[in-house]
């Protein structure tokens, strides 16, 4: 079993920026890969980005692109979201997510932390 636990959301005003930390315990020498999804008031979560676990490959939503990055420290175990240039669009609950396999659905989920951007 893999734990994940996200931290760093907040309020921000319109053009700030914000990091999320995902720290990830347990087997995390299962995981494939990670990855954010965001859930806006009333709406259903939706893909952010992901990246393998090893590194090699990120991919991102087209509304975040120039703006997120996604990284990891292999040392703490831990996945990092840099939001940059943040809109009010963006305010939402942030999830961290992980998958074991390419073929499997995102199997362990955090309890998200809320991201709120003032315009």
């Known amino acids: 079993q893999v734990q994940l636990v996200e931290s760093g959301g907040g309020l921000v005003q319109a053009g700030g920026s914000l990091r999320l930390s995902c720290a990830a315990s347990?087997?995390?020498?299962?995981?494939?890969?990670m990855a954010w999804f965001r859930q806006a008031p009333g709406k259903e979560r939706k893909f952010v980005v992901r990246m393998t676990w090893s590194g090699d490959n990120a991919y991102y939503v087209d509304s975040v692109k120039g703006r997120f990055t996604i990284s990891r420290d292999n040392a703490k175990n831990t996945v990092y979201l840099q939001m940059n240039s943040l809109k009010p669009e963006d305010t939402a609950v942030y999830y961290c997510?992980?998958?074991?396999?390419?073929?499997?659905?995102?199997?362990?989920w955090g309890q998200g932390t809320q991201v709120t951007v003032s315009s």
């Open positions: 997510t992980a998958r074991t396999n390419a073929y499997s659905g995102y199997e362990t």
């Open positions: 347990g087997r995390t020498f299962s995981i494939y890969e």
